[in-house]
T-cell receptor, first 115, second 113 residues
């Protein structure tokens, strides 16, 4: 049973460029959430996708956008990269529920370095 | 404001010694509480979670945590630490009607042989 798969594992980009990160959820999960984890910090919620729509969003600028596909996989796009966007980006999948964040499964993350 | 505080940024314990990692939260609603562990370069693994009921919850790898509403705390404990427990530990809080988790800054656990 595959867990959450993220690609690529590492990425180096230049300031001002755009980047796309990908996430395949755990089998049976239909919801994908994205988190940014800066070095030495806890993860911060970016947004959550369910039924191909953004359902919740954290305190991140519009440069951060996402997409969910019919097979539940998801992409995170970041435009006009800043040095401060350097971080580990984590994807978490779950079953959509109105009773709370049950059963999150996290991927190993994509390490983005902006130079 | 909703927040999670882990007062200890770094803790060192000897192998075989007991461990307690502290977590305090500020949350307006009834919280859902979690402890995750992260090894270097890896994602987060769920150790345990509390939603309701018995305030002492058991998790994987011999960890347990106790929810104390009066103290807004959810401390993680383990009676005897193993060298493989060395990692980063995160406490997180969520609400019943949202998938968003708020994480603390994390506590780095070092285990001395």
């Amino acid at each position: 049973d595959a867990g959450v798969t993220q690609s690529p594992t590492h990425l180096i980009k230049t300031r001002g460029q755009q980047v796309t990160l990908r996430c395949s959820p755990k089998s049976g999960h239909d919801t994908v959430s994205w988190y940014q984890q800066a070095l030495g910090q806890g993860p911060q919620f970016i947004f959550q996708y369910y039924e191909e729509e953004e359902r919740q969003r954290g305190n991140f600028p519009d440069r951060f956008s996402g997409h969910q596909f019919p097979n539940y996989s998801s992409e995170l796009n970041v435009n006009a990269l800043l040095l401060g966007d350097s971080a580990l980006y984590l994807c978490a999948s779950s079953l959509y529920s109105e009773t709370g964040p049950h059963g999150y499964t996290f991927g190993s993350g994509t390490r983005l370095t902006v130079v | 404001a909703q927040s999670v505080t882990q007062p200890d940024i770094h803790i060192t314990v000897s192998e075989g010694a007991s461990l307690e990692l502290r977590c305090n939260y500020s949350y307006g609603a009834t919280p859902y509480l979690f402890w995750y562990v992260q090894s270097p370069g890896q994602g987060l693994q769920l150790l345990l979670k509390y939603f309701s009921g018995d305030t002492l919850v058991q998790g994987i790898k011999g960890f347990e945590a106790e929810f104390k509403r009066s103290q807004s705390s959810f401390n993680l404990r383990k009676p005897s630490v193993h060298w493989s427990d060395a990692a980063e530990y995160f406490c997180a809080v969520g609400a019943s009607n949202t998938g968003k988790l708020i994480f603390g800054q994390g506590t780095t656990l070092q285990v001395k042989p």
